[in-house]
Nanobody, 126 residues
Framework: QVQLTESGGGSVRAGGSLRLACTVS????????LGWHRQPPGQERWGIAA????????WYHESVKGRFTISRDAEKNILYLQMDSLKPEDTAMYTC???????????????????WGKGTLVTVAS
């Protein structure tokens, strides 16, 4: 059974940093695209970052580009999201996901990914 478990959420003041982790257990098979999504209060969820495990190519949504960094520890099967210069509008439930991208495809976080965690809450106070 595949499980994605997020950790590292919490409360921080604006300008601060947090590092989220997503531990992957079980066999995710051929999944080669790992992503992070967020859902602010009262809004829909959308993808903010992804990493293609074949070559570690990354993708970021404009709202987090330059402030957030996605990375992974392949040996430990952990996906990370380093969040710096946090803003109140970054307050959201953050969820990780995994999917398979065919050759020639682009790894981006989207709503239909195969595997999902339950999320970790990040609150940024002004």
């Amino acid at each position: 059974q595949v499980q994605l478990t997020e950790s590292g959420g919490g409360s921080v003041r604006a300008g601060g940093s947090l590092r989220l982790a997503c531990t992957v257990s079980g066999n995710i098979g051929r999944s080669n695209c790992l992503g992070w999504h967020r859902q602010p209060p009262g809004q829909e969820r959308w993808g903010i970052a992804a990493i293609f495990t074949v070559d570690d190519t990354t993708w970021y949504h404009e709202s987090v580009k330059g402030r957030f960094t996605i990375s992974r520890d392949a040996e430990k099967n952990i996906l990370y999201l380093q969040m710096d210069s946090l803003k109140p509008e970054d307050t959201a439930m953050y969820t990780c996901s995994a999917d398979w991208v065919p050759p020639g495809g682009i790894c981006t976080p989207y709503y239909g990914m195969d595997y999902w965690g339950k999320g970790t809450l990040v609150t940024v106070a002004s």
